[in-house]
């Protein structure tokens, strides 16, 4: 049985949003990749100069849970779409949140305001990966359901804070309404 177009659409809107999130990101000057010109797909050290500079880094397990989120937040926002539609609109969501995050007032803030202090901003490879990672979280929260989901994003949550000191939760709030007890804590993992 031929598959129809409408089918291939999705995928074919997730393909243009991830080259278009690309295009942009060069047309505004990102680097496409680390500097140090390594190979290296992930760097594990999120204290590194080489965190947001290659694929993925400490910071996409906070893209995952952003996934989680998106997925529950869809499911209940639109709740007769199909999940290839919601997939389309999570990864639209966080492509649109990679262009922000790198904006020269939001980099400015995560270097002010957060242990990021000499945050660059994302490579082009690193916010391609970072939302990969959301739309990874969003196919797993699809999978596992809705108190699964809750429980990982809690698990990943603690997780992050006791290995890198930050997560999702501290990273809001700290780009909200920084806490300069929270901050010298963070810094107290480097």
């Not at 049985?1 to 291939?8: A, G, I, L, T």
């Not at 305001?113 to 970072?130: C, E, F, K, P, R």
Request: proline residues 5%; hydrophobic residues 50%.
């Amino acid at each position: 049985m031929p598959v129809r177009s409408s089918e291939n659409q999705p995928l074919l809107i997730k393909v243009g949003i991830f080259a278009l999130t690309a295009l942009l990101f060069l047309l505004l000057g990102r680097p496409l990749w680390c500097a140090c010109g390594r190979p290296n797909l992930i760097c594990l050290d999120a204290f590194s100069d080489h965190t947001s500079q290659h694929l993925f880094d400490p910071y996409s397990l906070c893209h995952l849970v952003k996934g989680l989120a998106y997925c529950g937040l869809v499911a209940w926002a639109f709740p007769r779409l199909p999940w290839q539609w919601g997939l389309c609109l999570a990864v639209g969501l966080e492509a649109c949140w990679e262009l922000i995050e790198n904006s020269p007032f939001v980099i400015e803030r995560y270097r002010t305001h957060t242990m990021a202090q000499n945050y660059q901003g994302d490579t082009v490879a690193n916010s391609l990966g970072d939302i990969f990672s959301s739309a990874v979280g969003f196919l797993v929260a699809r999978r596992i359901g809705l108190w699964p989901s809750v429980a990982l994003f809690v698990m990943i949550e603690l997780f992050l804070l006791w290995w890198i000191r930050d997560n999702l939760t501290l990273t809001v709030v700290m780009l909200v309404y920084p806490l300069e007890a929270v901050k010298a804590w963070q810094a107290g993992g480097a």
